[in-house]
């Protein structure tokens, strides 16, 4: 069975400091990995996935994650935070199958402070 | 291109009717797919459907049910509503990779 945990339902940077967003999966097969995004009262947009290929993937919005194998992880990062950035962020692991089921985390609420 | 389309936006329901929320997509997806979300708890599957004809449940199916007449299309039935049922509920279709989310039903069950 796959799962996903995102450590810290509510960060908080400053602007212009680093995002960081923490996301551990459990999978039996090669995972699929994607990133969310949910502004207030949205739909979720896809930010970024990992499929096959390059373990770095990079996104919309400035966004980037780091597929590691070893760490079970899937870490979402931006260098410099903009008060637009402000959201929820869902991580999610798939194993690509015919289904294509998504499993989610609980989610991650992202405020930036001016 | 519209995407997604979910109706309606948000509704009250009483306890014990009947609700169809409505989903449909024009980019001709075979895969579909409905989520609830609540607060504390994510997304959880509902139930999808392959391709038109087939449908399966998910994670939470109990309480719902679905039908895929065609591509386009794919409502979410309650038949007898009860409050734990109230929360958002998205649709979402696939191209196969990526899973693209409608912009969701509000849905309060009184």
């Known amino acids: 069975a796959q799962s996903v945990t995102q450590l810290g339902s509510h960060v908080s940077v400053s602007e212009g400091a680093l995002v960081l967003l923490r996301c551990n999966y459990s999978?039996?097969?090669?995972?699929?990995l994607f990133w969310y995004v949910q502004y207030p009262n949205q739909g979720l947009q896809l930010l970024l996935k990992?499929?096959?290929?390059?373990?770095l993937v990079k996104g919309i919005n400035g966004f980037e994650a780091e597929f590691k194998k070893s760490e079970t992880s899937f870490h979402l990062t931006k260098p410099s935070a903009h008060m637009s950035d402000a959201a929820e962020y869902f991580c999610?692991?798939?194993?690509?199958?015919?289904?294509?089921?998504?499993?989610f985390g609980t989610g991650t609420l992202l405020a930036v402070q001016p | 291109i519209a995407g997604i389309t979910q109706a309606p936006t948000s509704q009250i329901l009483a306890a014990g009717r009947r609700m169809t929320l409505r989903c449909t997509q024009d980019?001709?997806?075979?895969?579909m797919y409905w989520y609830r979300q609540d607060l504390g708890l994510g997304l959880r599957l509902i139930h999808y459907?392959?391709?038109?004809?087939?449908?399966g449940k998910g994670e939470v199916p109990d309480g719902y049910s679905v039908s895929r007449a065609n591509t386009d299309d794919f409502p979410l039935t309650l038949a007898s509503a009860v409050p734990s049922q109230t929360s958002v509920y998205f649709c979402?279709?696939?191209?196969?990779?990526?899973?693209?989310f409608g912009p969701g039903t509000r849905l309060t069950v009184l």
């Open positions: 979402a279709s696939s191209d196969g990779a990526t899973q693209y």
């Open positions: 999978s039996s097969v090669p995972p699929y």
């Open positions: 990992y499929t096959t290929g390059a373990t």
């Open positions: 999610a692991v798939s194993d690509g199958g015919a289904t294509n089921k998504l499993i």
């Open positions: 980019m001709r997806h075979n895969a």
């Open positions: 459907s392959n391709t038109a004809g087939t449908t």
